[in-house]
């Protein structure tokens, strides 16, 4: 059993900065990728970043440059750190930890006011 927690999630001006987290726990073995999705009203869900277990990272075109993921791997925790959002940035962002199996997490909100 894994169990994801996140935080950071709120509503903040365009422009702003947020910080999201989130901490795995439990049986985790051998962990290979942690990421970042989103999903807004209406739409399907996308991936916004990603980093491997070597510390590779891959990015959304529409977050380049102004998001940033990094890893804690001694915590088991991911972290996303947002500038400049825009107002088309506003979804519920969602944690996934890959190991043999895939865990999400329960989603922090995020809005971003124009």
């Known amino acids: 059993q894994v169990q994801l927690v996140e935080s950071g999630g709120g509503l903040v001006q365009a422009g702003g900065s947020l910080r999201l987290s989130c901490a795995a726990s439990?049986?985790?073995?051998?962990?290979?990728?942690m990421a970042w999705y989103r999903q807004a009203p209406g739409k399907q869900r996308e991936l916004v970043a990603q980093?491997?277990?070597?510390?590779?990272?891959n990015y959304a075109d529409s977050v380049k440059g102004r998001f940033t993921i990094s890893r804690d791997n001694a915590k088991n925790t991911v972290y996303l750190q947002m500038n400049s959002l825009k107002p088309e940035d506003t979804a519920v962002y969602y944690c996934?930890?890959?190991?043999?199996?895939?865990?999400w997490g329960q989603g922090t909100q995020v809005t971003v006011s124009s």
């Open positions: 996934l930890v890959t190991t043999r199996y895939n865990y």
């Open positions: 439990g049986n985790i073995f051998s962990i290979k990728a």
């Open positions: 980093i491997t277990s070597g510390g590779s990272t």
